[in-house]
Every structure is written in C-alpha cells, then in structure tokens.
C-alpha cells in the first residue's frame, strides 16, 4: 500500500477576508497621537512666539515664519518689532 500526494500552488490564498478600513484600535492610536502632535506643537509654538525677532533670525527662522508663529498663539506681529 502506498500513499501519493501532490502539492499545489497556493496563489492568492489571503489569511481571512480583506478589510477595507481600520479597526477601532488602530483608529484610536492614531487619533491619541495627532492630538499630542497638536499639543506639542502649540507648545513649541508659544515658546517661539516669545523669543525675540533677533534670537528666531539666529535659529534660522524668516520674517514670514516669524509672523506666521506669532499669529498661531495670538500675539500681535509686530510684538518684539
């Protein structure tokens, strides 16, 4: 008595049914850490908005990058001016 078997190819075999969207988990995390990047970036922003126009030219920064910062946490543009 002998026993035979064959293989065959196994081509587009998918582990389950493809989704087309996240799950809730994934969705989460990804919400929680765009809020902290938003947080951050306020943060980052209001430390900058109160350095002086020289101090932001010396770390690079140009005149509309200044008044951009500026107008993101609510100063006037013309505050160290």
């Known amino acids: 008595m ?4 064959t293989m ?10 493809a ?3 996240e799950g809730f988990f994934a ?3 990804k919400a929680i850490i765009a809020g902290r990047q938003q947080r951050a970036q306020r943060m980052v922003d209001a ?9 932001l030219n ?3 920064f140009t005149a509309d990058e200044i008044k ?7 100063l006037p543009v013309s505050y160290w001016n």
């Open 8 to 17: 065959a190819p196994h081509i587009g075999v998918s582990s389950g049914p």
């Open 27 to 29: 969705r989460l995390f």
């Open 19 to 21: 989704r087309e969207s």
């Open 58 to 60: 010396d770390l690079g």
């Open 68 to 74: 951009h910062t500026r107008k993101s946490v609510g």
């Open 2 to 5: 002998s026993i035979q078997s």
């Open 47 to 55: 430390y900058l908005a109160n350095l002086s126009d020289k101090q």
